[in-house]
Structures are given as structure tokens and as C-alpha cells.
């Protein structure tokens, strides 16, 4: 009986990962244009209006459908796999986040970040893990407040590089893990590291351990 051996696998995982990249990065694009295109119909009904107070409406929803269209278009996936700064991809993601979603609620997103030369499609992952530990902490830690701070350090270190991302919001101690939380971890072992979660009354912290 003959036996593959893990030389004769190579080329198969290597077309099913590449087919997966090209399948994500066609996704990603669809959605932005999705996005544009609703913000085109929008703005041709605001052209076509002779009402101010529908076209003043309308010119609120096409400023959020734009903000929400450029944090799609920040979280796409790289076309190249050069080196980039995570320290800058960061900061657009931040910036779109903010921007998008976290302004209209009174939340206030600050980073801190040291430059990091990752590979495009590492940085990638990372920004996705950063956004889904945001987008968690926006949506369960401030119940009940008006504002909240949620932070994004990365510090590159000798051995290893650490993302963190906290908050001063309040939640249970135990926290019943969702697909979200999944994703992160499943994101965090692809990029060969870590991930732990604190939650408490006074905030919560998650910290992403990988290397450098």
C-alpha cells in the first residue's frame, strides 16, 4: 500500500489556501461595492427630491453608509504579501472603526501602537482579531453608560509581539464564548500565538500573544 507523504500534500494545501485568500479577498470586494452602490441609489433619491428636509435625511444616510463603506474597505484583504507596518494598518482600522461605529455611541478608541514589519496577510489577521475584540467590547462592556473608553496597545518586544485591547466598561465574570471569540482564537493560532481574556466589574482586557 502506498503511503503520501507530507511532500505530496504540499501542493494541495498550498491550492486550497490560495483558493481560500482569492475566495475572501472576491468577498470583501462585493461587499464594498454593495456598499458604493447603496450609496449611489441613496444619493440619486436625494438628487431627485424636492424636499429639504428628505434631502437633509437622506444626505445623514449616505454620510453613515460612506463612513460604514470605508471600514469595509480598511479591513480588506491584502493584494500583495509585502511587508507593512501594523503600527499604520492599525491606525486606518482604529480611525474607521471609530469613525463608522463607535462615535454615535460615546465611545473613545485610543491606540498606542510601536511599529511592527509583519507580512501583508499576517497584518491582515491581526487588524481582524483587533476589530472583533472592539467591535465585543462596544457591544457588551458599556450597557447602560453614556461613554466608555476601549484601548489598543501593541508592543513589540525581543521574543514576541503583544496586542492588547481593553476596556473601562463592566462585564460577568464568566462570559459564554460566541462565534466572535472563536474566530479570534481560531485567528490567533494561524498567526502561531495566544490569546487570554480577563473579564471583570471595572473592564476587561484581551491579550494576543504571537511572534515577532
Not at 509583519?118 to 467590547?137: H, K
Not at 460577568?172 to 480577563?198: M, Q, W
Request: charged share 25%; proline share 3%; glycine share 6%.
Amino acid at each position: 500500500m502506498n503511503h503520501a507523504s507530507p511532500v505530496d500534500d504540499r501542493p494541495h494545501d498550498i491550492a486550497t489556501v490560495r483558493g481560500e485568500t482569492l475566495l475572501m479577498r472576491e468577498f470583501t470586494h462585493r461587499v464594498v461595492n454593495d456598499w458604493s452602490s447603496a450609496i449611489s441609489a441613496v444619493s440619486l433619491a436625494a438628487r431627485h427630491s424636492d424636499d429639504p428636509q428628505v434631502k437633509s435625511a437622506l444626505g445623514v444616510v449616505i454620510e453613515r453608509l460612506y463612513r460604514h463603506a470605508q471600514f469595509f474597505r480598511a479591513l480588506q484583504m491584502p493584494q500583495s504579501g509585502a511587508a507593512v507596518d501594523a503600527a499604520e494598518h492599525l491606525e486606518r482600522l482604529c480611525l474607521a472603526v471609530s469613525e463608522s461605529k463607535l462615535d454615535s455611541m460615546n465611545i473613545r478608541l485610543v491606540l498606542a501602537a510601536d511599529p511592527v514589519a509583519m507580512s501583508a496577510d499576517r497584518c491582515w489577521r491581526l487588524g481582524l482579531i483587533v476589530m472583533e475584540l472592539v467591535t465585543n467590547a462596544a457591544r457588551h462592556a458599556f450597557q447602560g453608560r453614556e461613554d466608555g473608553t476601549i484601548r489598543v496597545d501593541l508592543l513589540r518586544a525581543r521574543e514576541c509581539t503583544e496586542c492588547r485591547v481593553t476596556d473601562n466598561g463592566s462585564a460577568p465574570k464568566r462570559i459564554r464564548p460566541g462565534n466572535g471569540l472563536t474566530i479570534v482564537e481560531d485567528l490567533a493560532v494561524s498567526l502561531g500565538g495566544t490569546i487570554k481574556h480577563r473579564f471583570g466589574r471595572h473592564g476587561s482586557a484581551a491579550i494576543l500573544r504571537f511572534a515577532a
